[in-house]
């Protein structure tokens, strides 16, 4: 039975590229980061016990959140002690050190998570002797260090940019390298930016808000910023489908639910500068009562892309119907080569179809994008879930009516 290598690399230098070091004469262009040292990297892949990884959106808040991973390693040598001064590591266990976990499956490697150390934890199991300890690794991913990052003038945000360039420019105030970047130019212009104290996490989700877009870490570390159309229209794209009636790629466990928690029927949304723009739908308020929705100090140019923005997100949620909730792939499946490379391959807002046959000869099918990443794996299993949702913005409002007329039949104001 085929099944993926997993991988897990610490590297103990600084900064947040995760490339080896390459000095002068030394290393290869387009690959390794210019430095007057070679990083110390270790892979500590034949001493995992359990890593788990999660990445993805909050569904209620509208973004997506710090990727988290815990790294459980069997130290039977003493290394992860900090004060071992024979250790191969002593003075280089600090936090903010870099951990990357990869698979690799038929010749090919995927990313799973890349980020950053906050904490070591050592413990002693009652079970083992005295000679072995679990140290328990916990990492965060790039979205940790933007919220650190406090700013205040971001240098060339004048009025007119796109958002993507405000993004960008957001990253350039706090040193992110360019290579560590997957950014859309955009759609909406900007205001100048306002120059308060926040994060730069804080300032890129305003711009992320103003566009109706999406920003987060990939598996591979880097910060992307994707656009209203890419968020809304990848649904459109052919989805991979998942089955557990033989048709499509087999899965242990799909959460089907239905729930009022992503309905909101009247939606306030304000600019900097603007006043406040208000929409709501009157049958889904009767149907469902009143579920609110408010966001205000966007930065969107005129209270009009306001307005639309309200039209376009009651559009979207003024009603509801069952959904996925979460489906889980086990990789250790026999002959499950299919579902390996999907469950490695997958990215959120990738498009999936769920069916599942339910008693008496129904079936319960959708088709939804991916929100969330998990993943659970030890020396013995391997399972990975996807949390899903119905599109931030319909693509059929995007493509019909957002930005011009939304039908009074569907709105009223």
Same mark, same amino acid.
């Given at each position: ?129 005295? !000679?072995?300890?679990? %140290? @328990?690794? $916990? #990492? ?8 650190? /990052?406090?700013?205040? +003038? =971001? ?28 950014? !859309?130019?955009?759609? %909406? @212009?900007? $205001? #100048? ?8 996490? /804080?300032?890129?989700? +305003? =711009? ?14 880097s910060f992307v910023f994707q656009d209203r159309n890419v968020t809304a229209g990848s649904i ?18 799909? /959460? ?158």
């Amino acid at each position: 039975m085929a099944v993926p290598t997993v991988n897990a690399v610490i590297n103990f230098s600084t900064g947040p590229a995760f490339a080896q070091a390459m000095i002068l004469d030394q290393g290869i262009l387009g690959t390794n980061v210019l430095a007057d040292s070679a990083a110390v990297i270790v892979d500590v892949s034949d001493q995992i016990n359990r890593i788990e990884t999660r990445r993805g959106r909050n569904a209620l808040a509208d973004q997506f959140q710090t990727g988290t991973l815990t790294l459980r390693i069997v130290d039977q040598n003493g290394d992860f002690n900090p004060q071992n001064v024979s250790g191969p590591y002593y003075e280089l266990l600090t936090p903010m050190k870099k951990v990357q976990i990869t698979a690799t499956f038929l010749g090919v490697t995927y990313p799973i998570f890349s980020g950053f150390i906050t904490s070591y934890v050592t413990t002693y199991p009652k079970e083992a002797d005295a !000679d072995v300890a679990y %140290t @328990t690794i $916990q #990492a965060v991913d790039a979205f940790r260090l933007a919220q650190n /990052a406090q700013i205040s +003038t =971001v240098t060339g945000a004048t009025a007119g940019n796109l958002s993507g360039t405000r993004i960008n420019q957001i990253l350039d105030q706090i040193s992110w390298p360019a290579s560590m970047r997957d950014i !859309d130019a955009g759609l %909406t @212009t900007m $205001q #100048a930016d306002p120059g308060t104290n926040r994060t730069s996490l /804080a300032a890129m989700q +305003t =711009v992320t808000d103003s566009e109706y877009g999406a920003l987060y870490v990939d598996a591979s570390g880097s910060f992307v910023f994707q656009d209203r159309n890419v968020t809304a229209g990848s649904i459109g794209a052919t989805p991979t489908v998942f089955t557990d009636t033989g048709a499509g790629i087999r899965y242990s466990d799909a /959460a089907w639910i239905l729930n009022d928690v992503l309905i909101f029927n009247k939606a306030t949304i304000t600019r900097v500068g603007g006043t406040a723009q208000v929409a709501q739908n009157a049958a889904s308020i009767e149907k469902y009562f009143l579920h609110s929705y408010f966001l205000d100090n966007l930065l969107m140019q005129t209270d009009a892309v306001a307005l639309d923005y309200a039209q376009a997100y009651v559009a979207s949620r003024a009603e509801t119907s069952i959904r996925v909730d979460a489906i889980t792939l086990d990789l250790y499946t026999p002959n499950y080569d299919a579902g390996i490379i999907a469950a490695l391959d997958l990215e959120f807002f990738d498009p999936i179809t769920v069916s599942t046959a339910q008693p008496g000869g129904s079936t319960l099918t959708k088709t939804l994008q991916i929100f969330g990443v998990a993943n659970t794996i030890t020396p013995n299993s391997f399972k990975t879930t996807f949390t899903t949702l119905e599109p931030v913005l319909d693509a059929f409002i995007l493509n019909n009516s957002v930005y011009g007329t939304l039908d009074n039949n569907v709105l009223s104001y």
